[in-house]
């Protein structure tokens, strides 16, 4: 069985989980349509990594239920295991073995036969654009070859659910578009992704819907573009001339916004939701040009994620934070 029949893949119904004093999840619910991608935001110490510690089998939860692939977490983790792949923060390579025998060693694991582990091993590597590398020490691999090599072994064994636990974490810029990549090509075959990130482009980008969560509770829930709609207005971003003139624009965007501007000083950047778009822009420039203030960029467009994030929870989803373990 590869889900419930009502074609739910995973499915999750008020999880708890504490740590002495510390909630970590608060009553968790998650469904993921057989076939999508979840995309789980939040920032470290929200609840993802415990949500997926008990998903994966790797935690058991104090109260609530689970299922994955259609086997309750608790009473069917074997049954769970055999149906999942799993590619958590951190890669899962074995240094001292090249990346075909890193392969071939997880399909021998799964009881794959010797024949059937090598050519799976090599199918991956070539999925993965290792084929080069596939018979170099895998210490010598980039950050992004050894994220690649441990996504392609969470696939060894053709699960039908893979969760991708904030899979682009460490990466250079490059490194994470193509990973995305990969994810992207994953999606393409069919499979089911839970995808937990802190980054927001990477789940306006990857994820069918998305759910935010925030000291271990479920604040929001829907598309992209239904969670940006929920906080409605533009948002104004303008960038100063000079370090000493940005109390001056915040001043001036919390008289023309609504809510406090967010403020980049290594930029010179300051941003606003707005409610009367051009107006308010058109509005900015003029009191700043009476104060003799040089705007050196500005533009308005439409709420991003981290906007969403802040109007929720009012602190970024990059803030950081320990999460429970």
């Known amino acids: 069985m590869s889900a419930s029949d009502d074609g739910v893949a995973v499915r999750a119904r008020n999880l708890v989980k504490t740590y002495g004093s510390t909630r970590a999840l608060d009553g968790v619910d998650l469904d993921i349509p057989t076939g999508q991608v979840l995309g789980l935001l939040g920032p470290n110490g929200?609840?993802?990594?415990?949500?997926?510690?008990?998903?994966?089998t790797l935690l058991r939860p104090d109260s609530g239920s689970a299922e994955v692939a259609g086997h309750d977490v608790v009473a069917e983790p074997d049954a769970v295991r055999e149906a999942i792949g799993l590619s958590g923060q951190y890669a899962a390579v074995d240094e001292n073995l090249t990346g075909f025998e890193n392969l071939y060693m997880v399909g021998r694991l799964y009881g794959q036969k010797k024949a059937t582990a090598r050519a799976r091993a090599r199918e991956l590597l070539s999925r993965f654009r290792l084929d080069e590398a596939a018979d170099r020490v895998a210490k010598g691999y980039s950050g992004g070859m050894r994220r690649r090599l441990d996504l392609a072994g969470a696939l060894v064994g053709q699960p039908s659910v893979v969760v991708l636990d904030e899979p682009t974490t460490g990466l250079d810029p490059r490194g994470r578009i193509e990973m995305w990549q990969v994810i992207e090509e994953?999606?393409?075959?069919?499979?089911?992704?839970?995808?937990?990130?802190?980054?927001?482009?990477?789940?306006?980008?990857?994820?069918?819907?998305?759910?935010v969560i925030d000291r271990g509770r479920v604040i929001a829930r829907g598309t992209a573009d239904e969670l940006k709609n929920e906080i409605g207005g533009e948002r104004l971003e303008l960038v100063v001339d000079e370090p000493t003139e940005i109390p001056i624009a915040v001043r001036v965007l919390s008289?023309?916004?609504?809510?406090?501007?967010?403020?980049?000083?290594?930029?010179?950047?300051?941003?606003?939701?707005?409610?009367?778009?051009?107006?308010?822009?058109?509005?900015?420039?003029?009191?700043?040009?009476?104060?003799?203030?040089?705007?050196?960029?500005?533009?308005?467009?439409?709420?991003?994620?981290?906007d969403v994030f802040l109007s929720l929870t009012g602190h970024g989803a990059s803030e950081e934070g320990e999460e429970a373990s």
């Open 255 to 306: 008289e023309v916004g609504v809510g406090d501007p967010a403020v980049e000083e290594h930029t010179r950047r300051v941003g606003v939701l707005v409610d009367t778009g051009p107006k308010a822009l058109v509005e900015a420039l003029r009191r700043l040009d009476a104060e003799n203030v040089v705007v050196a960029d500005v533009g308005l467009h439409r709420p991003t994620l981290d």
């Open 186 to 211: 994953l999606v393409a075959t069919g499979a089911t992704v839970l995808l937990t990130t802190q980054y927001l482009e990477e789940a306006d980008r990857l994820a069918d819907s998305i759910v």
């Open 46 to 56: 929200a609840g993802k990594t415990t949500t997926v510690r008990i998903l994966t």
